[in-house]
Each structure stands twice: as C-alpha cells, then as structure tokens.
C-alpha cells in the first residue's frame, strides 16, 4: 500500500492551518445527487451502537459525534477534504508561537433557547469542556494545553494555551469541543447526557427527544441561518425531522434498510455486496482517519512489562490472514496506529511489514523471558503463574465482528502458550478499569484527521485517568519530545518527520497491535439524497432530502 501524503498549502497562517489538517479521501463512493432537492418528510438512520451518555463535552464515543453534530456546531469546519471554513467564528489569527488563537465570531446566531451566541458563551464551554466536574473522556484532550479564554469584546475571543498547539483548529471543527448554550450547562449541569431537551446548541436541527439506546429525534431547526461556508447545503435543513435508531444486532439493522424500515443504516462489513447488488440501494463508503483499530498493550503492568512478551503478542498473530478471512476484502490490515488516510501516516515506508508472524521467533523470546515451562492446558508459566492476560470489553458495544476478530487472536495467541481472556463487563465497572490501567490489552479505534492523535495515545500526561487514550501506559521522555515537537511545528513535512517517529517507536516497542483500518459503510435508500461525509468519516445529515421516487 503506498504513502498517502496530506496535502499541503501555502503562505498565510490560516492556509498553512488548514494544509496541516489536510486528509484523503479514503475510497468514497456513492455521494452523487439524483435530483432537485426536495423539502419536508421523515429521515431515519440505523447506528449500529447506543450511547451511555449524549453531551459531547462528556462521552468520547463516535456515535455521540455523528448525533450530536446535528444539534452542536463548531468554531470552525473541516470538511470532507480536509480543509478549514469559517462556521461559528468568520475568522481568526494565530499568534507565531501557535500558543494564542483569537476568533472573530458571527453576530447573527441564537441557541435553540432563544439565547444569543456569543464570545461569552464559547469560553463558558471552554471552561466546561475543563471542569473536573465534566469528568470528560475526549473533548479535553482535544483541547490540549488549554490556559484560558479572554472575551476581547461580544463577539471577539483569545483562546490561550501554556505549549504551542497547532492542532487546535483540527479539534475546534468536532463536535467534541462543539458550543452548547451556556444557559443549558448551568441549568441541566446534572442532566447533559441525557440528550433530548437537555441538548441546546446551535445546529441545524433541534433536539427533541432521546430513549436511551434506542432513538434519537430531531426538528429542523428553521431559523438556521449560518452553515459552515463549506457545506454543500446552507440554510436550514430540508427535512422536517431526522430520527437515530438504535439498532446493535447486525441482521436487525441490515434487515430495516432492506425493508424499507429505514432510509440508511450503518452496516456491517457482511452486508457490503449484498447492498451493493440491491437496485434499490446505494452503498457510501469512506475510510476513517486517526487511530486503526488495534490491541494496545499495557506496558505497566504484569508480564506485558517485559518489552520480549510484548513483541512475542504481536508475531504470535498471524494479522494480515485473519483480517482477510473475517473481513472478505472490505477493510485492510492495519500496520501503524495510525490509519493510511491520516495526514502523516504511514511517512516511513518500511513500517509496512514491520511486524511479522514469525511464532519460532515469539517462542525464543518468551523462552528467553522466563516462560518456558508449559501447564497441563499448554499455556506457559513461570514461577507457578499462568502466562494470563486480561482484556476487557462492553459486550453491547461489539461491531464489525470484532468478536470473531477476539476470539481468532485468542487462538492464535493460545498456540504459543498465551493466555488472553476476554472479560465482558458492565459499562461502570470498564471505565473504572480503564482509569485504573486494570488490564493488559485494551482495544481501541479513535477517529481524527489528524496526526495530533498519537498525542492523546502516547503522551505520557495523557493517561485514561486524566481524560486521554494512553491505555498502553507508555511515559517515555523522547517521545513526549516528538509529540510535543509535532504540535509546535508549522512546516508539514516537518510535523510529519515528528509524529512518523512516534508511529515507528510505537510499533517497535510492541505497545501496539494494529489489526485493521476501520472504514465507515453506509447502505442509503435511493429514495434519498444528499447524504455526505466529513473529514472524519462521519455522516452529515442537515443536507439530506427525500426525493419522490
């Protein structure tokens, strides 16, 4: 698979920002418009997962981006091919040191409560998004090295941070740092994830109401006047409501869109041709950007502190057979954290190939580490302990077979003497574990179109318990240098050469076994148009129109 670069601009500081965040595209297919657009009617989605909680200040979950996005806007809009528009704010500057941002806001935008948006309002939710009472999972290390916001006049803001953060931009476009009124987040502080009525931004539709894992419903919001100068559709949207469904069994799911029950639905990687061969379908595609899904390894605890075990994990699994025979083509085997449309991905070319199954060589090195003695069941032990790895998982949460994908690493793993036990918990008892580090393998994907990713993964101050994703545990001194190093720099092919190092020392200090590149795979109505994707993979519905056909 070759390198595929981000793209890069030119001169000013805002171009230079937006080269940066820059991405491919990822293997899109199926976006084309079939008509004129037509106004009113009903759109419904099938997700393939619910949510535990709905304020994206809060939760770190993909679906509460891809709902969320219709009711939050942002400061600024990445779109579909990684470049920056005004939204919220009309403009902004960056100081040399990328350590202060000042915003230029629109003074035309209310909140669904009727109450006006303004630079008052972005720093209440900068503060909230801080608060350990938000006790946020994502958004504040999206925020970085934030050190407050200064309100320079109504519509005009500072945002301040203590290290340079180029990456800011990138995050200031999710919904995870997406402007809630700040009236909603003092009067429904305790109530925030519970979506519906409680979810006041100033998005294109209007929350209504949320049945938790369930559905969600939406309004247009008809006062909708300021679209990102970068969406496809301005204005309000042309559906009377959208409506979320919640559907985690895959046949369920699949079966509602062939049905008609439903007008698209996220689908598994089995239902691909299927869809693909249906007339009366539509099949979109995009690969995600950000962190592959992969095992990360705890490297704090247990026989996994031992570097020979770790690497012994990942060439006891024969990667590239499994992802071919569970995934049947559709998605590809992953060598990196980081995803190949990601902007820096993939810059050293021999990181392709850099992990081998090779179980003779996994064999020796856990000889060598102290496990060479086998128990009546052929798993190794050492001083009268089971070589015994936990990992936990939700299993309510489980997409994309990735328990047929648990269970083949199992086996392969077994065939070596390993022992890796797959623990399904309660959602209270896993966050609990993962702030804890109460694990040796921890699966994770994470989507951003950015490189700044492996910050959240491989910064040693970004624990799980601090609100990072550092769930392999890894403090080491050169790479926070490198990651720190890639936040600072403003020439690409520079910040490039930083974040490739981290990739590289991730993977050949076996804290990392990537598995697969997620792509998201949407079947679509052909009664329907207008759907889109983002820079991040993510459905957009406010331009979405039903047609007559």
Not at 83 to 93: G, V
Not at 521 to 529: E, F
């Amino acid at each position: 698979m070759p390198r595929r670069p981000a793209a890069t601009t030119a001169a000013t500081a805002t171009a230079l920002l937006i080269s940066l965040t820059a991405c491919g595209g990822g293997g899109e297919q199926g976006e084309g418009k079939s008509g004129e657009p037509v106004r009113g009617g009903t759109f419904t989605y099938a997700a393939a997962v619910g949510t535990s909680c709905l304020d994206p200040h809060t939760s770190p979950g993909d679906i509460t981006a891809v709902v969320q996005r219709n009711v939050f806007d942002s400061l600024v809009q990445l779109d579909g091919d990684g470049k920056l528009h005004p939204w919220l704010a009309t403009s902004w500057t960056v100081s040399k040191d990328a350590r202060t941002y000042t915003f230029e806001l629109r003074d035309d935008v209310t909140f669904h409560d009727g109450t006006p948006f303004d630079a008052a309002a972005v720093k209440a939710n900068l503060e909230h998004i801080k608060a350990p009472a938000t006790k946020s999972l994502y958004a504040s290390a999206l925020l970085g090295p934030y050190s407050g916001s200064k309100v320079l006049g109504k519509h005009r803001i500072e945002i301040g941070f203590s290290e340079p953060n180029i990456p800011f931009l990138q995050a200031a476009s999710t919904p995870y740092l997406g402007i809630a009124s700040p009236a909603s987040l003092t009067k429904f502080k305790d109530q925030l994830c519970a979506g519906g009525k409680y979810s006041v931004g100033t998005g294109p539709f209007r929350s209504v109401r949320y049945v938790k894992n369930d559905r969600a419903e939406f309004a247009r919001n008809d006062d909708y006047a300021w679209s990102p100068a970068g969406a496809k559709h301005q204005g309000p949207p042309l559906l009377d409501k959208l409506v979320v469904r919640f559907l985690p069994e895959d046949s369920v799911r699949s079966g509602a869109l062939t049905s008609g029950q439903v007008d698209a639905a996220a689908l598994p990687v089995t239902s691909a041709k299927a869809v693909q061969r249906d007339s009366s379908l539509r099949l979109n595609r995009r690969q995600a950007p950000g962190a592959s899904y992969s095992l990360y390894l705890n490297t704090d605890r247990g026989p996994l502190r031992d570097e020979r075990v770790r690497r012994a994990f990942q060439q006891s699994v024969d990667v590239g057979a499994l992802i071919k025979s569970i995934y049947r083509g559709e998605y590809e085997r992953a060598w990196s954290p980081l995803g190949p449309t990601t902007p820096a991905a993939y810059d050293d070319d021999a990181i392709e190939g850099a992990i081998s199954h090779d179980p003779a060589a996994a064999a020796q090195l856990l000889d060598e580490a102290g496990w060479s003695k086998k128990d009546a069941q052929g798993y190794r032990v050492k001083g009268g302990e089971r070589l015994s790895l936990h990992w936990p998982f939700i299993g309510a949460l489980v997409r994309d077979q990735r328990d047929v994908l648990g269970e083949a690493v199992q086996a392969e793993l077994k065939k070596n003497g390993i022992d890796l036990v797959r623990d399904p918990v309660e959602t209270g008892a896993y966050f609990e574990r993962y702030g804890k580090g109460d694990y040796d393998v921890w699966d994770n994907a994470w989507v951003r179109a950015d490189p700044a990713i492996l910050a959240g993964f491989y910064l040693s101050t970004n624990l799980p318990s601090a609100g990072g994703q550092n769930v392999s545990r890894t403090r080491d001194k050169q790479v926070d240098a490198w990651l720190r190093a890639g936040a600072a720099e403003s020439r690409p092919a520079e910040r490039e050469k930083s974040y490739a190092k981290v990739e590289r020392w991730a993977v050949d200090h076996a804290t990392v076994l990537p598995l697969y590149v997620p792509v998201t795979t949407i079947g679509v109505s052909r009664k329907a148009d207008g759907l889109t994707f983002d820079a991040n993979a993510w459905p957009q519905f406010a331009g979405v129109w039903k047609t007559t056909r």
